[in-house]
Every structure is written in C-alpha cells, then in structure tokens.
C-alpha cells in the first residue's frame, strides 16, 4: 500500500484514518483549553480553529456564519489578526471569505499580491498586516451553505496536497458543528460529530430531501434533524438515512422527529 | 482501409493535443474529464468509461463519464465502494479484469451490476504522476478480455498525459483551479442527491425515478443536471406522469421559461 500523500478509507462506513486524525486534533485542543480553564471541554468551533492554526501550517484560522449576502457572523477565531480579517471583508464588502460562499467554491489565494486588481481593498489592507496568502473553503452540502473556514499564513505559496485534504476535513467538521449547534445536540454530554457528510454517503442527502419536504423545512435544518435524531437513539446517520429512504420511518412536522407506522 | 488506418492516426493526434491543452483561458476540469472519457471510448475498443476522482479527503467520487444513462452511473458510483477502480487507485496499477463473472466473491455487488447491465470485461488505468494519485479512468467491455495490447498503451498514455496536464504547475494558478473547480463538482453531486429526495417525497416515487427524469429534463434543455436539481429543491420543477415518456418534469408555473 503506498504510503504517499493520501490516506485510503479502509472500511465502508467507518471513519477514514484522515478524519479520525482531525477529529483527534480538535478534541486535543479541546481538552487543552478546559485544562487552562478557558473553555468546558466541548468539541466547540474555538477548539476547531485553534486545532487547524496548529496542524495546517498557517498563521490563524476563523470560521464565519453566512446565511445569504450581508449576513456575516463571526463565530470564532483563532487569533486576532485571524478574526480581523473577517471583519476587513465585511467592510470592503469583498474577499475570499465571500467569494467561497458565493461561488460555493474554495477559494485559494496562495500569493495575495497577485489578487490586489480582484479585491482591492481587502487584498491592500491585508498586505498591509503582513498576511502572504489566504485559503477560504465553503462549509457546505449541496445546496446547505451555512459559512466559510478562512486560513491565512505570512509565508506565500500553495498548500501542500496534505494540508489541503485536512483542511477539507476541517471544514467537513466545521459544516456539523453548525449544524448540531442549530439543533443543540452539541451541549448534550457524550456528543461527538460522525463522519457522513462528506464520505460517499448519498442516502444521507436523499434522505435530507426527503425530510426537508416531510417537514416543510430547509436542507439545513432537514440535515439538523437526521443528525439529532442519530445522535440521540444512538444510530449511526446512514441507518436512519437509510430507513427514511425505503419509507420506514417519517419526520412527522406535529410531533418531532418520531417514528409514523405508514 | 490505408485510408481508415490515416483517418484513425489523425484522431488520436487530435486527442492528444487536446488532453494536453489545460492551460487555456477558462478550462474547466470537469468538462475536461468528460472529454477524456469520451476520447478514450472513440479511439479505444472500449463502450463506456467513467472517471473517479479522489475528492482530496481520500474517498473516490465519480466526476465524469463517457455515457448519461443512470444505470451505467451507478455501476461506476458503485465503485466508490467496491471494485476494480477502487482496487486501481489504491494498488496505483492497472487493474484488468477479463470477466466479470469470474470475480464474484470479491466483488458480488459490483460484478452483479455489471453483469447484469451486459458488461463483461473491465480496465482500469489510475492516474498518477509520480507519487500523485488523483483517481481512476475505468473502461467498460460488454465482450470478455481486456484490451488489446496496442489499445491498453494507448489508453495509458491519454490517461497520463491528461493526468500530467491537470498536475501542472506551470501556470500558477492552475493547481488552484483545479482544486476549486473539483470540490464544486462533487458538492453538485451532493445537491443532485438532495432533488431526488426532495422529488421523491414530493410525488411519491422512487429516487431513482426522480433522477431519470432529472437527467431526461437536462438532457433535452441542454442544461446541466445540478442546476435543474437546483431548480427541484427550490419548487420550480415538479414531476408529470405523460404516459408514453413516463415521468418527466415540468414548470410547477406556466409561462415559465
């Protein structure tokens, strides 16, 4: 088996080595911050930036909520310059941040000084502030977008295809962690974020479609229910992914997420 | 034949000159991909290749193929899990497979489908450049064997050098590009996925009900799949049954264009 740059899921359904490794980091950083006080221990998005400025070779890294245009919510910071550069683009009403969410696309921006024509304003006050290079990726599933993780480092140049597919994964735990916090099982004692979303698991967003409608709710929030709901009868997603699917079981919009015999 | 053996000769030129022509202004990686997979079925013995992609966390996610019919999707979105693609990209060999049926124990749902779509001999190419894997081609044969030797080269060498011209870092931007590009690709995939949900609950049919008459809706408006199911989940579309063409979709308002 080679042992280059990329890490191969071994099992079906399982948690690839990648994924349990970045899930490792953040509970670290977690774990590290109740230690000194500053923080309950929770899997929370403080920790999961904290955890991407440690292992992804940058200088800080943010995660901000956006909901639509003009809706901005910083949500945490690694760093001060890390949440400065959110609220630069706020005011100069451009920049990588916004660009990922409005093109749902990563947007890496390896030297800044080659984008100063396409963001003036944000890309000049940035140089200014010593920051080379900007990576911000969309926290999205499909047509679910809900923020952006932002990344900037002093040093120019590429991420390596390592960093970036931890930082893809970053973002992919990132993605959950709204989605929990909307649905509050991330409070809830024993919560940890499962590995679903992203790894090939269709049945997951047929089901989000299916509930969406059942409960006359958006994706996110479709998503949000699947997800408690697996988290407190303690199923994995894809099963219960899997039961809406086949039309075993219903999200009933007068009764919460409980199981309707057709 | 002289002739038919120049005209061939001629085509492959083509080919290899367009596979290597990455740096243009407004290349687009997965168009690229759909082009590569269509080459390979023209110029090879081959009836139908799909393109699985590594989605840069280390699953494979199918990103293109040569054909639209659901049904061959699926026996390529199978390999996501099992089969000789998956074996390619994680060997980083060639993987050829000269009957289907005589891989039923280490594969029973890849070689069930496969078979059962007519299909018996498979070839799969991964595409690397040095110690870079980024996915696999996979040729599809519905008679037995691999392909010829001169085929299997050829093959390989398309392969390779569209491989080689993705990779390439002589444009500066081009990495990132690519990377942008591939990651939108794939959450598309992910918003295809949630129409079918959404249409299936809407009208009560089977998902993959609604995603034929997604695909036969994009299809003949010439649009692209991700965005009729953007259409979908936003009300815009609904499912008719027309009898004759079974389920199609259709304006939930008249007038509409």
Redesign the interface.
């Known amino acids: 088996?080679?042992s280059?740059?990329?890490?191969?899921?071994r099992h079906?359904g399982g948690m690839?080595?990648?994924?349990a490794r970045v899930f490792s980091w953040v509970a670290a950083a977690a774990a590290a911050a109740t230690a000194t006080g500053d923080d309950n221990g929770h899997i929370s998005m403080a920790a999961l930036c904290r955890a991407a400025h440690l292992q992804l070779g940058v200088d800080g890294a943010s995660v901000t909520a956006m909901t639509g245009p003009g809706t901005h919510t910083p949500i945490a910071a690694s760093g001060e310059l890390a949440a400065e550069l959110e609220e630069l683009q706020v005011t100069f009403g451009e920049g990588p941040c916004l660009a990922a969410f409005t093109?749902?696309?990563?947007?890496?921006?390896?030297?800044l000084a080659?984008v100063t024509a396409r963001w003036p304003g944000f890309a000049g006050a940035a140089l200014e502030r010593g920051v080379g290079a900007v990576f911000a990726f969309?926290l999205?599933?499909?047509?679910i977008q809900l923020g952006v993780l932002e990344l900037h480092r002093a040093a120019t140049g590429?991420m390596t295809?390592e960093q970036?597919?931890n930082t893809?994964?970053f973002a992919?735990l990132a993605l959950q962690l709204l989605l929990d916090s909307s649905s509050g099982i991330d409070r809830r004692p024993g919560y940890r974020p499962t590995d679903e979303i992203?790894?090939?698991r269709?049945v997951v967003?047929?089901?989000?479609?299916?509930?969406?409608?059942?409960l006359g709710v958006d994706?996110a929030e479709a998503l949000a229910r699947l997800r408690a709901r697996a988290f407190t009868e303690d199923v994995p997603l894809n099963e219960v992914a899997a039961d809406v699917?086949t039309r075993r079981l219903r999200f009933d919009p007068q009764a919460g997420p409980e199981e309707k015999p057709e | 034949m002289v002739r038919g053996m120049a005209m061939r000769e001629q085509r492959v030129t083509d080919a290899f000159v367009e596979l290597a022509d990455t740096l243009v202004a407004g290349f687009d990686a997965v168009e690229f991909l759909h082009t590569l997979t269509e080459r390979c079925v023209e110029l090879l013995d081959a009836d139908t290749a799909g393109l699985l992609l590594?989605?840069?966390?280390?699953?494979?996610?199918l990103v293109a193929a040569s054909t639209g019919e659901t049904r061959l999707l699926e026996l390529f979105?199978l390999q996501?899990?099992?089969g000789p693609s998956l074996e390619c990209?994680?060997s980083?060999q060639v993987v050829t497979l000269p009957d289907v049926n005589q891989e039923t124990e280490r594969w029973p749902r890849f070689t069930a489908t496969a078979a059962e779509l007519g299909f018996s001999g498979v070839h799969a190419i991964p595409m690397q450049l040095r110690?870079?894997?980024i996915g696999t081609l996979t040729l599809f044969r519905t008679h037995p064997d691999g392909l010829d030797e001169a085929d299997a080269r050829l093959g390989k060498a398309l392969v390779d050098v569209a491989t080689i011209g993705l990779l390439s870092e002589r444009a500066?931007r081009h990495?990132?590009m690519v990377?942008?590009?591939l990651?939108?690709a794939l959450?598309s995939r992910?918003?295809?996925?949630?129409?079918?949900?959404?249409?299936?609950?809407?009208h009560g049919v089977t998902?993959d009900q609604a995603f034929a008459a997604m695909r036969r809706h994009a299809r003949s408006r010439n649009q692209r799949l991700d965005e009729v199911a953007?259409e979908a989940?936003a009300g815009g579309l609904r499912i008719a049954d027309t009898g004759t063409d079974g389920l199609t979709l259709t304006h939930t308002r008249s007038g509409r264009t």
Do not use: C, W
């Open positions: 088996m080679g280059g740059d990329i890490v191969l899921m079906d690839s080595e990648r994924t093109f749902s696309s990563p947007m890496l921006v390896p030297d080659e969309p999205h599933a499909g047509t590429p295809a970036l597919a893809l994964v992919d992203s790894h090939g269709d967003h047929q089901a989000t479609g299916m509930v969406a409608v059942q994706m699917v | 590594s989605d840069e966390r280390g699953s494979l996610r979105e996501e899990q099992e990209y994680h980083r110690t870079q894997i500066v990495q990132e990377t942008e590009q990651q939108t959450n992910v918003t295809v996925e949630q129409a079918k949900g959404v249409l299936a609950e809407r998902t953007g989940i």
